[in-house]
């Protein structure tokens, strides 16, 4: 493929778990590859944001990363650093299926042009499309809150995205503010090396039975009823709770490393502090670095300029499609945004789209 390619059916934006899913189904549905549909892929090479792990993040320290429609992950045992296995799978799944991928190619915009198309500009071109998927995850946009004397503290500051290894912090006293799965298992490494403290909003919520269909289930369907309402949606682990039976969660537990502090209320140039309320005493701790692990947004912000966005929220949802836009499907965005929900909102989205660009045109064989 090259970047000349100007006019298709469906522009698909990403090529992380959500975007292959999404061109593996619309190839199923009869959209013929580079004619019918791209992907368009930010990064240099396969993998989505598998590529950019923290080397330390196993296989077993996952929460399982599922197979891909119509092939199976032969991902090698727990110990097996996700950042090279996962990115090796999705370079075997494109060339398998053919897949139509052009990158590097960063979408800068998406716009309606006057016979109702869009058109999607990138760093390497303009394509115009009867329909969009966007799958372009999280990543990119990691979020880190503001606090009063952020921009005072000596020390370092710094998001998961940042992170490549617990050395890194040796003999240095680090917070790790967020209450989500990257904080648990970053404090569970990082505390082998050196001191921590665990600040967290809200109390953190323990899970002890196994994390069944069921509970899958009714966590989707919170999130889904979020992103129906137009509001941003929250991550799953909001909603599921932190499993103690994971082995980092467990160990961090006996080890005491997750007892973990309310929210501070100041950043001072040496730590961080509390100022004491409803009979709490005031606090500091001093601190060295500050790991944000408070998560991401999704990366929607070249969608801006089709003014669908709820106003300082998310998107209105109908399953994958964006309210009020039938031709514009969000994949891998809210309750779809787990490696099993990529794959079944990229199934959905590709029926949706040959429902509305193909009625009546029967499935190829
Ligand atoms: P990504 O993998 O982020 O892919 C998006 C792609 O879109 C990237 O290639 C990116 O470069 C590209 N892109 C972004 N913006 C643009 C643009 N403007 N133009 C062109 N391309 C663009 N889920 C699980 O189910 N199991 C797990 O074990 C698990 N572990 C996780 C661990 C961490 C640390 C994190 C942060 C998340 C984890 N998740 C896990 C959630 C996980 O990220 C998703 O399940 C899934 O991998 C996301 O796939 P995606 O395709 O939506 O996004």
Known sequence: MTASSPDVDVVVIGAGQAGLATGWALARQGFERGTGFVLLDGEDAPGGAWRHRWPSLTLGGTHRVHDLPGLGFAAGDDSTPAVESVPAYFADYERRFDLPVVRPVRVRAVRRTADGRFRVESDRGTWTARAVVNATGTWTRPFVPRYPGQELFRGRQ???????????????????????????????????????????????????????????????????????????????????????????????????????????????????????????????????VILWATGFRAAVGHLAPLGLREPGRGFRMDGTQVVGEPRLHLVGYGPSASTIGANRAGQAAARALRRELRPGVPLPR
């Open 158 to 288: 710094l998001h998961p995205v940042e992170y490549r290894s617990a050395e890194e912090f040796r003999g240095q006293h680090v917070v790790v503010v967020g209450g989500g799965a990257s904080a648990t298992q970053l404090l569970g490494e990082i505390s082998r090396v050196t001191s921590t403290t665990w600040v967290t909003r809200r109390p953190p919520v323990w899970r002890d039975g196994p994390f069944d269909e069921d509970a899958g289930r009714r966590a989707v369907a919170m999130v889904e009823e979020a992103v129906r309402e137009g509001r941003r949606p929250g991550s799953v682990v909001g909603v599921t709770g932190l499993a103690t039976s994971t082995p980092y969660v467990r160990d961090g537990l006996r080890r005491g490393v997750l007892d973990r502090l309310p929210m501070f209320d100041r950043i001072t140039p040496d730590g961080v502090a509390w100022d004491g309320s409803d009979g709490e005493p005031g606090r500091f701790v001093r601190a060295d």
